[in-house]
């Protein structure tokens, strides 16, 4: 992939930076892309994080694992997003979680040690890139906090019913579109994909909510209670044969 990457200079981190000055700059921080099938692995827990990796294209997954095998999915990364930032800029680089893709995907990776450092001409640019990944940074922890508020919730139905909260808000329509397959919303919400399909039935019977697929539609409040004799929208007609892989 070649460094003059049209995409690159879109990315967030290089804000404020003109494409006449994108390319010494990236010199300047020692980056390289590689390309990611997917599921592939980019990096395993306890690996020492020397780089930040800002997804170009795809989808990446920051995962923990506990010693049974169990995964759990802390953070989706879409294009724009950085993936490895806590660990190259800690007391420690050493990783505590692995990073996978969720699909094919295109990684930019940067030398953290030249990100921190300004280069000798101390371009503003450069301090540019430094200012927005530090904004970058921030905006990872609100979604980290963001993902306790929804595991807090003591049950997998307010779990469930945080998680589409927060989506609805972000899209701003109770029709709410989830970036997850069943399996990785398992993952996220730290359950198993039976249980989260059991639930799912459960609250459209129970008139929450109404899906298909991928697609899914806030009827009630949790504390407005259950329409026992509600039937079952256009979404939940096709609930159990359309449920996605």
Known sequence: ?????????AMPIFEGTGPGE??????????????YGKNEYISFEEEQIRYVGLVLE????????????????????????LIGE????????????SFRTEQPSDILFLAFDRVLHTCSSAC???????????TMIADKNQKLIVKLEILSC????????????????????????????RQQLAD????D????????????????IDYDKNTFRLLVRPAEGAQEDQPAGALSNSVNRREDG
Not at 1 to 9: A, F, Q, S, Y
Not at 88 to 93: D, Q, R
Not at 124 to 134: D, G, K, R, S, T
Not at 188 to 191: I, M, N, P
């Open 22 to 35: 994108l390319y010494g700059m990236l010199a300047c921080l020692g980056a390289f892309t590689r390309h």
């Open 58 to 81: 795809g989808a990446v997954h920051m995962l923990r694992q506990d010693v049974w095998g169990n995964e759990s999915i802390l953070v989706r990364s879409a294009p724009g997003d």
């Open 188 to 191: 996220y919400l730290c359950t």
């Open 86 to 97: 806590s660990f190259a800029c800690g007391s420690s680089a050493q990783a505590l979680v």
């Open 1 to 9: 992939m070649e460094m003059t990457d049209k995409r690159i200079g």
């Open 154 to 181: 003591r049950s997998l139905r307010e779990k469930v019913m945080a998680y589409l909260s927060v989506e609805a808000q972000k899209q701003g329509s109770r029709y709410v579109e989830i970036p997850m397959k």
């Open 193 to 208: 994909r039976s249980a989260l399909a059991r639930e799912l039935s459960s609250m459209c019977r129970d008139g929450i």
């Open 124 to 134: 503003v640019h450069h301090q540019h890139v430094i200012e927005n990944m530090v």
